[in-house]
């Protein structure tokens, strides 16, 4: 499944069309038309992390979807968090 297809299906699951979506994320109907619809790459960041609270699912599911991150770069930065802190050198 494609983005494009991803995001209508979230909007199905909540019961809101594309253009409604837009409206509750404060975007211009027609830039987000072309985003969802027209452009070859999918939304940027900014207007996911919008989108997020209202589709029902989390901003990092839906990077993943969109493909700007891979589970396995989220668990690469939780195991990084995980080790302690280096001493510094003195």
Not at 37 to 55: G, S, T
Request: charged letters at 30%.
């Amino acid at each position: 499944m494609d983005f494009r297809d991803y995001l209508k299906e979230r909007c199905r699951e909540r019961g809101i069309s594309l253009h409604r979506l837009a409206l509750l994320c404060d975007l211009n109907q027609i830039y987000f038309y072309q985003a969802i619809n027209k452009n070859k790459e999918n939304p940027p960041p900014w207007v996911l992390r919008r989108a997020a609270p209202h589709l029902g699912v989390g901003y990092t599911e839906l990077l993943i979807a969109a493909g700007y991150l891979r589970e396995a770069d989220i668990e690469e930065w939780l195991e990084g968090r995980k080790r302690p802190a280096e001493s510094p050198s003195g």
